[in-house]
Each structure stands twice: as structure tokens, then as C-alpha cells.
């Protein structure tokens, strides 16, 4: 039951609020500029009850959902209909709800809120849209492998044209947290482990699902997510403890989100973890001291899925009523499914624990973006049941998507060039239980999309080579064993001339609550690739994963490897472009493969240590008993269908305290065959004032190389290139000597030399 009882403790803190309240800077910024509305609109405020301001603040899951949105984010009592939310909505009780069922829904929501409810403000429509609507392009973390920030532009921008036709003005997306633990499920909704990388894709991102203006009907509202450190959970494990210095979170985890909101995004989503003791949903200086006074942001910040809730078991709230009290004075403007606002918020105003000031703050930032949005001028600018048809799936949709899936696939490995496959004259065995069937292509949080319009790896290859070429032979489950499998995986291997062994993780296995303890390959599909090797057929190994995987056996030993990851709706053919030569694979790799799972956490740009590891296990070193302290694929590796080699580097001995430092270096395609290549630059900081990482990746650019060709690839490094988190947790540059390597890795040499920053 819950206390509705002032206590003296709660009156003492709600009147210490009030007073923090009053004397605060973030008083002063009731209305952002740049969140200005009309006075119409504004005029709403004196005419709303304390408990319709309430409902603006509270955003449930739809009633009326079905299928993978149900099972995802359940209503949380098992009593709620549809109707009884739409009458909720028509009384003014909610602002909008997410996950829900396309237009029909939609409309009918609106056109009752338009017509029935008293102040006629309109509902505001959002979803899990993170990599494509019906259009599935592949999971973020492969498209962050593609090196291309404008391509998940694109791929944004499609799925906001299809989303909003359905109705939709607002997706949870996009996810920037940064990533160094692969056992964490949800490094597949991100951009890895690299800050540069992820800042790049947070933007791109945010700008395709916003486009160039908000009030367009296929423009939705981005929310950057989740703030914040969420992917440093401790252990790796989902909704766990992080416990990180300021300085780490200034200079690793805050600035991808940085980016994310520079680019516009107008809302942000609070995470579901403490960071030093104190719960992201209750933390004033996470949501306002930095976020908004730091920072100047002037969007909404959006509670995550009970979050407000979740801080009774964090032990941080006493019930509901003081979860909802803490989480709105911290800066939680919506809370999402508790439905704690609505009920708490208008009794917390009377008893003096929560300022009303602070009440017509959030309800003018959420009148405020929902006016962005065009809302106001027209409630249904988004809902068109018939452009929902017209935009889906169409055939330049599909084509983006086989585009995107080809240039997120990586090449690890490539011993005696058995890559690319001849179209003709090879019997091709695909064995593994990714082989064919309609599952496990278009990856985690999928809501809308359908495995069964995706296209599989056997159709895929069928469709180049023909039918007759191609066995399939599942051989094994996912996680355990077939009866006979292994035996009819072994006779497949044995009549044909090359084997795709098409192994991995299934949907299910990542994503989030999907934190894994060991990140290997299955024992039953392990147990199928030592068998199949045994065979002495060539085998090209065909990953399919969200996360670095660590590679063992005949896995790692295979000629050819392939990462696929889950890469949506164009996956089979994507995937034979790469095998048979059509397109030469681009992809690099955005998080680290160590060489064993017991490395984790493990990222490139580590500190050196006092007893620095190198690439061999050394005594009284930084390394572990059986591994070195090195990745076995690198962040930034990937090889090509070309021979890539870098030389003639050129480099200024010197550069100027606030000058530019322009550098080189020739980058030369030496195989037959055409290529492109992303060309990294990474630096290390000699010295400093607080240590610095062995590497850092300052900017990178992929070109194409025609056989035989050369290009010389130009980069500039500025002050800000060189600036990191100093002891007074400012950001310094200190003079001093500088690495840099021009590099296809973030461990290869490639080219390498100093340079020394002068005063």
C-alpha cells in the first residue's frame, strides 16, 4: 500500500527542494528560447487543472499493440483495454503512448482527443524505432562498422519516412552509450567502444530521424539515450552498478550524447542505472547541473520504462509517491508506464513537496516539443493509413538496406585468398542453424519488422550460384545439439568443394537483459565446426552476433571468417555480394575480438600501466596468464578483396600551440581486384597531467582504390584534437610529444612517427 502520509523527513527535503528550487539557475529557464510557443498554445497553461498538467507528463504503452510490441513492453496491469486508455486519454490523464499499432490506432486515439477532450491538446505517438521500421536495416552496432556516418543518416531517415506514416512523431533512438564490455547485451544497439565513432554516429543519427525540419510529416524527434554510462554496468551485466570518475565519464561516456543533442535531438531518456550511488532517474546533477545548465538543453528528458519506480529497489525512495517526487525534482520531466506522475504529482503540489513552478516547467517543455513537431497546427500529419502502405517496404528501402548490410560486414580473416567465391564450378555446402528458415535476420529490438520478409543466407546464395549448387544442412541448434546433425553436417561437408559454416548467436542471445557470462560460440555449434574442419574442406565462417565474440578453435582457425552480424532485411543477399565478389567488403570492426572471453572489459584505447603488457605474455607485465594484453581482432580491422599497404608518411616535426598540424600519408591498392579502405589516425599523448590512453582514434576516411592505384589521404589536427580531461576535470592541452599513426587498425603500425606540440 501506498503511504500517502507527509513524514517529517519528507516535509523537511520537499521544503529544501522548494528553496534549492527557488534559488537555482534552472528557475530562470521556465521557457528556452529556442522551445518557444505559441501564445496560443502557451495560453493552456492557466486553464489546465493540476491534475491535466500531470497527465501531460505521463507516457504509457499503448493498449491496443499485438505481437512483438506486447511482448516487449507489457501494459503494466493486466485490466487495461483500449478503451479504457483511450477514455484516459479523452480525460486528459496521459500525453501519449508508444509501441503501439500503426495509423488505424493512431486515428482513432487523436480524433477522440481532438473532438471529446476538453482543452483538445494532441496526443503525442513514439516507439522502439532503432534500426528500421518494416524495413529492417542491420543492428546499430554493424552499421557502426561500416565506418560511414552518412549511411546511418540515410538508413534513419528511411525508417522515420515509414514510421511517421504510421503515425508515429517520436522513436527511443538513438542509443549512445558507449560499449567496452562485451557481455553488456546491449552493445548491439550502439556504435562500440570508440568515442569518436560513437559521437560521429549519435549525430548522424539524430539528424535522419529529425531531418531538416521537425513539423515535417515524415520528421520524428530523436531521444538520445541512455543518459547516462549505462553501457558501463559493472560485470557487463544489464542494470547493474557503475561506478566510474568524472573524468571517465566526461571523456568516455558523456560525449556521444554531447554530439547527439549539438545535433538537435530534443529529447533525452534517463538510464536505468546509479552512477556513484545515485540513480540516473534521481540525479539532479545528471539531468539539470549538467544537462542542462552545462550543456543548455532545452528538449524534454524522458523517463525510461518504469524507471521512477525502479529507485524503491535501487533503495534510494521510500514507495511510489517519493520515487515520483525525486525522480520529477532531478529533472525527469515523463515518466514512462509507472504512471507515477499522474498519480502522485498533483497531491506532491498541494502538500508543498513539489513546486508548481516546477510542474508548469515540464508541462511547457512537453507543450513545447509536441508544438515543434507541428502538433498543434496538425494533430494528424502523421497518420495517413494509406501513405503507411505507399512507404513501406519499397523497392528503394530494400535497396538501401542491402546496401547498408553489405558495407557492415567485416572481413577478419582471408588466408590464401579463398575469398571471393567463382559464381560457377563449386558445389557449395551451407551447414549451421543460421543456414536458412526465416529467423534470427533481422536482430534485437525489432518491433515492427518481419523475419519472415527477410531474405535468408540459402535464398541469398541460391539466387547467384542456383539452386542445384547448394545444400543445406543445419547440423545443430542454436544451443544445443541435433540428433544426427553432426553426421549429416559432416556427409554435406564432404560432397561439396567449399563450406559456409553459418554460426553465431541468435536474436534472443543479445539485446537488452541478454548480458552473457562467456562470449563464445555456442559448445553445440563449436562442437559442429571442429567436426566440419575435420572434413579438410575449405570453411568460410559466417558470424552472426551483437557483440564482439571471442573465437576458439576451429572457429578462429577457419581460412576465411566473416562477421555478419544481424543485418536485417536484405541479409541473405547482402551477404552473397560479400561471398561472391560483387561487392568487396568494407566494414570494419567497431569493438574489439579478444583473444579470450575473460579479457572483458576490454577496449584498444586503455591506459599503459606502470608495467605496460605487450603483444606476447610476458612476467610481472600487464598481461594475463594465457593472453596478452591485445585484441586478436583490433577495433578498426577489416581487410579488403584489394592488397592495401601505407607509406611515404609525412609529418611536421613540429605544430604550433594554436596553429594546425596538416599530415600524410600514401595509401596504395596493390591487388587485382578494386577496394575500399578505411583509413584511420590515431595519436597517443606522451605525457600528461593525468595519464592517456596507449592510442585514440582522431578521424579516419574510406576510399576507393582502383587495382594498382594510389591515393595520398590528408588529415589536419587541431587544438581541440588534442584536448583531454585535466586534473581540474577542464579540458587542457599540454605541449609535449605526440605519436601518430596513419593505420588500418587500432593496432596496426601502418605509418608511424612524432610530432611535439609547442607551448
Known amino acids: 500500500m501506498v503511504d500517502h502520509r507527509v513524514s517529517r523527513r519528507a516535509a523537511l527535503g520537499g521544503a529544501g527542494a522548494i528553496m534549492a528550487w527557488a534559488a537555482s539557475p534552472a528557475r530562470a529557464l521556465l521557457q528556452s528560447p529556442n522551445l518557444t510557443i505559441p501564445a496560443a498554445v502557451d495560453a493552456l497553461l492557466p486553464r489546465m487543472t493540476i491534475e491535466e498538467k500531470a497527465g501531460q507528463l505521463d507516457l504509457m504503452v499503448a493498449a491496443w499493440a499485438g505481437g512483438i510490441a506486447t511482448a516487449l513492453n507489457p501494459p503494466s496491469t493486466g485490466t487495461t483495454t483500449f478503451e479504457t486508455q483511450l477514455a484516459d486519454a479523452v480525460a486528459g490523464k496521459i500525453t501519449g503512448v508508444f509501441n503501439g499499432n500503426g495509423a488505424r490506432m493512431a486515428q482513432r486515439m487523436q480524433r477522440a482527443v481532438m473532438r471529446e477532450s476538453r482543452l483538445k491538446i494532441p496526443l503525442i505517438f513514439a516507439a522502439d524505432i532503432i ?32 514510421a511517421t506514416a504510421a503515425g508515429l512523431d517520436w522513436t527511443f533512438c538513438p542509443m549512445v552509450d558507449i560499449s567496452r564490455d562485451q557481455r553488456w547485451g546491449r552493445t548491439m544497439e550502439g556504435a562500440g567502444e570508440d568515442v569518436r565513432l560513437g559521437m560521429l554516429f549519435a549525430a548522424a543519427r539524430v539528424k535522419g530521424f529529425q531531418g531538416r525540419d521537425l513539423t515535417a510529416q515524415d520528421a520524428m524527434m530523436a531521444c538520445v539515450k541512455h543518459f547516462a554510462a549505462y553501457g558501463a554496468a559493472e560485470g557487463g551485466l544489464d542494470y547493474n552498478t557503475v561506478d566510474v570518475s568524472e573524468r571517465t565519464l566526461r571523456e568516455v561516456y558523456l560525449p556521444p550524447y554531447k554530439a547527439g543533442f549539438d ?12 552512477i556513484s550511488g545515485v540513480p540516473a532517474h534521481g540525479n539532479p546533477w545528471l539531468l539539470d547541473t549538467l544537462l542542462r545548465q552545462e550543456w543548455g538543453f532545452e528538449g524534454i528528458v524522458v523517463g525510461d520504462y518504469t524507471g521512477d519506480e525502479e529507485m524503491i529497489a535501487h533503495g534510494f525512495a521510500k514507495d511510489s509517491r517519493d520515487a515520483a517526487r525525486i525522480a520529477f525534482m532531478a529533472g525527469v520531466d515523463m515518466s514512462m508506464q509507472s504512471n507515477n506522475y499522474a498519480r502522485f504529482l498533483p497531491g506532491l503540489v498541494r502538500d508543498g ?22 502538433l498543434f497546427d496538425d494533430p494528424f500529419r502523421r497518420i495517413d493509413a494509406k501513405r503507411e502502405q505507399a512507404r513501406t517496404r519499397t523497392r528503394s528501402h530494400l535497396a538501401l538496406a542491402r546496401d547498408a548490410a553489405r558495407k557492415s560486414i567485416v ?9 571471393p567465391l567463382p559464381r560457377t564450378g563449386q558445389k557449395v555446402a551451407i551447414i549451421g542453424p543460421f543456414a536458412d528458415d526465416k529467423h534470427d535476420l533481422n536482430g534485437p529490438w525489432v518491433i515492427y519488422g518481419d523475419n519472415a520478409q527477410s531474405i535468408d543466407l540459402a535464398q541469398g546464395v541460391r539466387e547467384v550460384i542456383g539452386a542445384s549448387n547448394v545444400t543445406v544442412t543445419a547440423g545443430s541448434k542454436v544451443d544445443e545439439p541435433l540428433p544426427g546433425g553432426i553426421e549429416a553436417a559432416v556427409a554435406a561437408a564432404n560432397a561439396a568443394d567449399v563450406v559456409l559454416l553459418a554460426i553465431g548467436e541468435a536474436e534472443n542471445m543479445s539485446g537488452e537483459a541478454q548480458s552473457r557470462t562467456d562470449i563464445v560460440v555456442p559448445a553445440a555449434q563449436q562442437a559442429l565446426a571442429e567436426a566440419v574442419a575435420k572434413t579438410g574442406k575449405p570453411v568460410v565462417v559466417l558470424l552472426k552476433n551483437g557483440r564482439a565474440l571471442a573465437l576458439q578453435g576451429a572457429v578462429k582457425d ?33 569493438v574489439s575480438f579478444p583473444h579470450e572471453s575473460g579479457q ?10 606502470g608495467r605496460p603488457g605487450g603483444d606476447a605474455v610476458a612476467p610481472y607485465r600487464a598481461t594475463y596468464r594465457t593472453a596478452p594484453n591485445t585484441a586478436l581482432y583490433p577495433f578498426g580491422h577489416g581487410l579488403t578483396y584489394g592488397d592495401i599497404t601505407y607509406s611515404g ?6 605544430m604550433a600551440g594554436n596553429g594546425a598540424l596538416t599530415v600524410s600519408a600514401t595509401i596504395t591498392n596493390k591487388g587485382q581486384r578494386s577496394a575500399e579502405e578505411v583509413v584511420q589516425l590515431y595519436i597517443r599523448d606522451r605525457i600528461g597531467s593525468t595519464t592517456r590512453p596507449v592510442r585514440q582514434l582522431k578521424a579516419f576516411r574510406k576510399i576507393a582504390l582502383a587495382p594498382g592505384a594510389s591515393e595520398v589521404v590528408t588529415f589536419t589536427l587541431r587544438r581541440p584534437d588534442l584536448e ?9 592541452v599540454e605541449p609535449g610529444t605526440f605519436d601518430l599513426w596513419i593505420a588500418p587498425s587500432a593496432q596496426a603500425e601502418g605509418v608511424h612517427g612524432q610530432f611535439e606540440l609547442l607551448a
Open 600 to 609: 572483458q572489459p576490454y577496449y584498444y584505447d586503455h591506459k599503459p600501466t
Open 263 to 274: 545535433a538537435g535531438a530534443l529529447s533525452a531518456m534517463a538510464s536505468f542505472n546509479e
Open 558 to 590: 577457419a581460412p576465411a571468417i566473416l562477421v555478419t552480424w544481424f543485418l536485417g532485411s536484405e541479409s541473405g543477399r547482402a551477404i552473397a555480394d560479400v561471398l561472391f565478389g560483387a561487392y568487396s567488403p568494407s566494414g570494419r570492426l567497431p
Open 353 to 374: 513537496l513539489v513546486p508548481m513552478e516546477r510542474l508548469d516547467q515540464a508541462v511547457r517543455r512537453v507543450l513545447a516539443v509536441k508544438h515543434r513537431l507541428g
Open 724 to 732: 583531454f580531461i585535466g586534473v581540474d576535470l577542464k579540458p587542457t
Open 131 to 162: 534500426h528500421g521500421y518494416r524495413t529492417i536495416f542491420p543492428v546499430p552496432l554493424a552499421e557502426a562498422a561500416s565506418f560511414d556516418p552518412a549511411l546511418a543518416e540515410q538508413t534513419a531517415r528511411i525508417a522515420a519516412v515509414e
Open 649 to 654: 608518411l609525412n609529418l611536421p616535426a613540429t
Open 411 to 419: 572481413l577478419l580473416k582471408n588466408e590464401g585468398s579463398l575469398l
